[in-house]
């Protein structure tokens, strides 16, 4: 029996009705909220994202998600899914537009996506390969690499490397998936990239149901 509830969170960035659709069509009740309260009734929280990295954190901060996020993610460990800007989020700081703290659940740093050759394009917009450094949780049955759609200029540069587990190429490479304790995120769109994407939210769903529902 399914027991997953989804709060899918609503702090002004975007790119929430997809996320929720992505979800319904897996059959998994998911629900977007302004309220941070509800993510006591939720099993699994996501975090989604387009825009500034500023402009994110001043969001959930003066909506009051951080502290309640706090509780519900890293306190009582409720599995979190962050998605683009929602994955840029979680570093100790941004640097889009100045200096900007973040939520520092992940040390690290939010930098400019460089590249080494003049015809990459910045912001990095369409369908990427993403190569699988563990192809287990998020990535389980879907081989060794997929081809997943992306939007964005930055990208997160964590300290602890071991804790990557996709790795995507445009122009250098970066990091596009980390995975730490119950906290997952991708910088890809998911919930834009067709049937691999549905299999890594069925994957986050799946992988941490405590029966694997």
């Known amino acids: 029996m399914n ?6 969170i609503d702090y002004g960035m975007g790119n929430l009705r997809s996320v929720a659709n992505a979800f319904a ?31 994110g954190i001043k969001n959930l901060q003066s909506a009051g998600w951080v502290n309640i996020l706090e509780k519900e993610v890293i306190e009582n460990g409720k599995p979190f899914l962050g998605i683009c800007l929602g994955m840029q989020l979680l570093a100790t700081a941004g640097t889009e537009h100045g200096f ?3 939520l520092n659940w992940v040390s690290g740093t939010v930098k400019r996506l ?13 369908w990427n390969d993403v190569h699988f450094l563990k192809n287990d949780y998020l ?3 879907l081989g060794d690499f997929q081809v997943f759609y992306f ?3 930055y ?15 445009h122009g250098l490479e970066f990091i596009s998936s980390i995975h730490k304790g119950n906290i997952y995120a991708t910088q890809f769109h998911p919930e834009k990239s067709q049937k691999a994407g549905l299999a890594v939210l069925r994957n986050f769903i799946k992988s941490t149901m405590p029966d694997n529902a």
């Open 114 to 126: 460089e590249s080494n050759e003049s015809c990459i394009r910045v912001p990095h917009i369409g």
């Open 3 to 8: 027991q997953s509830k989804v709060a899918i």
């Open 155 to 169: 990208v997160f540069h964590p300290e602890d490397t071991s804790i990557v587990c996709g790795v995507t190429s």
């Open 25 to 55: 069509s897996l059959n998994y009740p998911a629900f977007i909220t302004k309220n941070p309260e509800d993510l006591s009734q939720a099993s699994h929280i996501v975090l989604p994202g387009v825009g500034a990295f500023g402009d």
């Open 151 to 153: 939007v964005h200029s």
């Open 100 to 102: 900007h703290k973040g």
């Open 139 to 141: 990535y389980t049955g």
